[in-house]
T-cell receptor, first 112, second 114 residues
Framework: SQTIHQWPATLVQPVGSPLSLECTVEGTSNPNLYWYRQAAGRGLQLLFYSVGIGQISSEVPQNLSASRPQDRQFILSSKKLLLSDSGFYLC???????????FGPGTRLLVL | AQSVTQLDSQVPVFEEAPVELRCNYSSSVSVYLFWYVQYPNQGLQLLLKYLSGSTLVESINGFEAEFNKSQTSFHLRKPSVHISDTAEYFCAVSTSGGYQKVTFGTGTKLQVIP
């Protein structure tokens, strides 16, 4: 069966510090991968998606970036965090052709 | 472009009472529809989905949703809620073909009152 991991689970970072969140998927190959952000009281905002190694599409221009160095690894990064980057970050992968997505446990980021 | 509307941001309901969480979508092409549930500080879990066939779909924990093409709706229902159903519920739509981008609603918080 497929599983998706995210770490860290919680992160507190000062403004201006760098960020690296990691997501890995097990039990499948060549998945489509997604990064979402969920701010307090708001829905899910798609940040990036990837259809393959080294292929990244950005949905929202901002100070975040994503990379996919391996087939089942997806990394979300920032060089300098902003207060507005606080939120709950979710990684997801897609199975099949129907758009069904499966989510990881999430990383809660608090920027102070 | 597709869109999803969840009109109710919060729905309080007494335990063992029925509940309906509303979801309406907009799309110019055929769609797949989903309901996800999110418990506090957790990721989203797929609750049920409509891909094709029977318009009534059910989950293993008693929820059901009906795809109504004429009303462009996919409301989620449960005849008798439990305390453990307290969570946030997200409706989502994906279009068939192409990239299948998934669009999520803003969520409905279900608060079950003992």
């Amino acid at each position: 069966s497929q599983t998706i991991h995210q770490w860290p689970a919680t992160l507190v970072q000062p403004v201006g510090s760098p960020l690296s969140l990691e997501c890995t998927v097990e039990g499948t190959s060549n998945p489509n991968l997604y990064w979402y952000r969920q701010a307090a009281g708001r829905g899910l905002q798609l940040l990036f998606y990837s259809v393959g190694i080294g292929q990244i599409s950005s949905e929202v221009p901002q100070n975040l970036s994503a990379s996919r160095p391996q087939d089942r690894q997806f990394i979300l990064s920032s060089k300098k965090l902003l207060l507005s980057d606080s939120g709950f970050y979710l990684c997801a992968w897609r199975m099949g052709q129907t758009g069904t997505q499966y989510f990881g446990p999430g990383t809660r980021l608090l920027v102070l | 472009a597709q869109s999803v509307t969840q009109l109710d941001s919060q729905v309080p309901v007494f335990e063992e009472a029925p509940v309906e969480l509303r979801c309406n979508y907009s799309s110019s092409v055929s769609v797949y529809l989903f309901w996800y549930v999110q418990y506090p500080n957790q990721g989203l879990q797929l609750l049920l989905k409509y891909l094709s066939g029977s318009t009534l779909v059910e989950s293993i924990n008693g929820f059901e949703a009906e795809f109504n093409k004429s009303q462009t709706s996919f409301h989620l229902r449960k005849p008798s809620v439990h305390i453990s159903d307290t969570a946030e519920y997200f409706c989502a739509v994906s279009t068939s073909g192409g990239y299948q981008k998934v669009t999520f609603g803003t969520g409905t918080k279900l608060q079950v009152i003992p």
